[in-house]
């Protein structure tokens, strides 16, 4: 057969159709791809990859994504910041069912991801961390889950690999001082920095001795004292941007509860800096602001299901 034939239009013009197999299989390969395209990386990787090995092909073809977003997993599991939930995933099956997770989004999004962000509330080990640095070695945006198992050695090889790091996210205060270090040694592009927890004066000195460079700190969610927060200018000459929104501020030495606001003093302080953000409204409303105002070390008891949604923004890089 000829791949060539006319055929007669509606109107009665004759149109020229060719037929080429070949062409045919390639532009529905090209369809899947640019739908595919439009779907998350994390999708793709639960849903879409395992309907057949046409639609997985192109998903390895297609390789496109530049973001893997661990932490839309919570509407695939069950996944929250109760520790019951957080032990689960420690256990066969849930930790089986995260390593498949991690093998297969990193094999479709490999060198292309630059933005990696794991699950807030399913601790991570040396072995998931280097894991993923070694197959996305071009991540310059990272968030870390608010509890890990990660131990220097770990975090000495993963960022051994990530030397183009621009930003992390380090939720809690489970971390050790050596990962300023070790941030400092092997990433020289870190600019920015978010935190959550506790930010004590020995993070802020650590901060300033290993990265002085510092443009971005975002304490927002976080508690902190007031000589603190001085010292953080102080100490970090180069910093431009500081956001402190839904903070508790403590204004003793001691962890008690005697909050006090950003006065027109401490904004004088800051007036250098290009960007600062706090929470104008001394009547604020906000969930976070009030429970750590009543209790900053956190004893009452909060719905978990509410202060996910908060915790929720640590993701967010803008600062």
């Known amino acids: 057969m000829s791949p060539m034939k006319k055929q007669k239009g509606n109107n009665s013009d004759e149109v020229d159709q060719e037929f080429n197999p070949g062409q045919d299989y390639m532009s529905i390969n090209d369809i899947l791809y640019r739908i595919f395209s439009s779907?998350?990386?994390l999708q793709v990787t639960l849903i879409i990859s395992k309907v057949c090995t046409t639609w997985r092909d192109v998903c390895l073809i297609a390789n496109s994504w530049d973001t893997l977003d661990l932490s839309k997993l919570n509407e695939y599991f069950k996944v929250s910041?109760?520790?019951?939930?957080?032990?689960?995933?420690?256990?066969?099956?849930?930790?089986?069912?995260?390593?498949?997770?991690?093998?297969?989004?990193?094999?479709?999004?490999?060198?292309?991801?630059?933005?990696?962000?794991?699950?807030?509330?399913?601790?991570?080990s040396d072995e998931h961390l280097i894991y993923v640095?070694?197959?996305?070695?071009?991540?310059?945006?990272?968030?870390?889950?608010?509890?890990?198992?990660?131990?220097?050695?770990?975090?000495?090889?993963?960022?051994?690999?990530?030397?183009?790091?621009?930003?992390?996210?380090?939720?809690?205060?489970?971390?050790?001082?050596d990962i300023f270090e070790t941030l400092?040694?092997?990433?020289?592009?870190?600019?920015?920095?978010?935190?959550?927890?506790?930010?004590?004066?020995?993070?802020?000195?650590?901060?300033?001795?290993?990265?002085?460079?510092?443009?971005?700190?975002?304490?927002?969610?976080?508690?902190?004292?007031?000589?603190?927060?001085?010292?953080?200018?102080?100490?970090?000459?180069?910093?431009?941007?500081?956001?402190?929104?839904?903070?508790?501020?403590?204004?003793?030495?001691?962890?008690?509860?005697?909050?006090?606001?950003?006065?027109?003093?401490?904004?004088?302080?800051?007036?250098?800096?290009?960007?600062f953000y706090y929470c104008k409204d001394k009547d604020n409303n906000c969930m976070i602001c009030l429970a750590m105002k009543d209790d900053p070390l956190g004893k009452s008891s909060i719905n978990w299901e509410d202060l996910v949604v908060y915790l929720d923004e640590i993701k967010d890089f803008s600062f």
């Not at 957080?86 to 069912?97: A, D, G, H, N, V």
């Not at 995260?98 to 991801?113: E, V």
């Not at 310059?140 to 090889?157: F, H, V």
């Open 39 to 41: 779907f998350t990386l």
């Open 81 to 124: 910041p109760h520790p019951d939930d957080q032990k689960t995933w420690s256990k066969l099956p849930f930790s089986k069912i995260f390593w498949n997770i991690l093998t297969t989004a990193t094999k479709f999004g490999n060198r292309n991801l630059t933005k990696f962000i794991f699950n807030l509330h399913i601790p991570i």
């Open 133 to 177: 640095a070694k197959r996305c070695p071009n991540v310059k945006l990272l968030i870390l889950p608010a509890l890990s198992m990660i131990m220097p050695e770990g975090y000495q090889r993963a960022f051994e690999i990530w030397k183009g790091l621009e930003a992390i996210v380090l939720p809690g205060c489970f971390f050790s001082m």
């Open 184 to 275: 400092g040694r092997n990433c020289p592009k870190l600019r920015s920095l978010k935190m959550t927890g506790f930010v004590s004066n020995e993070i802020v000195f650590a901060l300033a001795s290993h990265i002085p460079w510092l443009k971005a700190f975002s304490v927002k969610l976080a508690i902190i004292k007031k000589e603190t927060l001085i010292l953080i200018l102080e100490s970090l000459k180069e910093l431009e941007e500081l956001n402190v929104c839904d903070a508790c501020f403590l204004d003793t030495p001691l962890l008690r509860n005697e909050s006090f606001e950003i006065d027109e003093s401490i904004l004088e302080k800051f007036a250098h800096l290009k960007k």
